[in-house]
T-cell receptor
Framework: GAGVSQSPRYKVAKRGQDVALRCDPI?????LFWYQQALGQGPEFLTY????????KSGLPSDRFFAERPEGSVSTLKIQRTQQEDSAVYLC??????????FGPGTRLTVT | GQQVMQIPQYQHVQEGEDFTTYCNSS?????IQWYKQRPGGHPVFLIQ?????EVKKQKRLTFQFGEAKKNSSLHITATQTTDVGTYFC???????????FGEGTQLTVNP
């Protein structure tokens, strides 16, 4: 595809459930980023991959959050035992180098 | 850690008026990027500034990067209703690839 895609677009989870969010970056993009965006706020960095290596995970809010990119392409962000405060839009972005980032449409997660 | 502050949080203008948003980083940046997010949409890249004192123009939009590479501004001349959205600055740290976003300025334009 031409852009970054994410699935699902919307996810409703009951508190305590595990969720998995998928990101398909632009083909050939080495760098992949995950962000969390709360309503009315700017995107907040979660983690960064260069190919399959997770180079920075300092933004992950707790050990319930886990991300992987095993083959250097598709990435999955997993949240275990979801809590209400995890409700947000999760954005994925990819880029070639330390430059402009191309964002996907996001996954809106609602934890009830 | 690095912080990026952006003001104002909201700006309401009449169509045809000018608009400016300001961005300030707590640390010196490698570069600064600007993104626009329409309501219900995702951030879309507008521009990247790399050099100290750099000024770039895109039609009615003028972007500046401060001499100390810690602040930036976006100015829109003669706003149009299509300019509606939230404008974010995002600073790239000098080491690593982490982008820190400001809280954004939400622009509304009354026709």
């Amino acid at each position: 595809g031409a852009g970054v895609s994410q699935s699902p677009r919307y996810k409703v989870a009951k508190r305590g459930q595990d969720v998995a969010l998928r990101c398909d970056p632009i083909s050939g993009h080495v760098s992949l980023f995950w962000y969390q965006q709360a309503l009315g706020q700017g995107p907040e960095f979660l983690t960064y991959f260069q190919n399959e290596a997770q180079l920075d995970k300092s933004g992950l809010p707790s050990d319930r959050f886990f991300a992987e990119r095993p083959e250097g392409s598709v990435s999955t962000l997993k949240i275990q035992r979801t809590q209400q405060e995890d409700s947000a839009v999760y954005l994925c972005a990819s880029s070639l180098v330390r430059g402009e980032q191309y964002f996907g449409p996001g996954t809106r997660l609602t934890v009830t | 850690g690095q912080q990026v502050m952006q003001i104002p949080q909201y700006q309401h203008v009449q169509e045809g008026e000018d608009f400016t948003t300001y961005c300030n980083s707590s640390t010196t940046l490698s570069n600064i990027q600007w993104y626009k997010q329409r309501p219900g949409g995702h951030p879309v890249f507008l521009i990247q500034l790399v050099k100290s004192g750099e000024v770039k123009k895109q039609k009615r939009l003028t972007f500046q990067f401060g001499e100390a590479k810690k602040n930036s501004s976006l100015h829109i001349t003669a706003t149009q209703t299509t300019d509606v959205g939230t404008y974010f600055c995002a600073g790239l740290e000098t080491s690593g690839s982490r982008l820190t976003f400001g809280e954004g300025t939400q622009l509304t334009v009354n026709p």
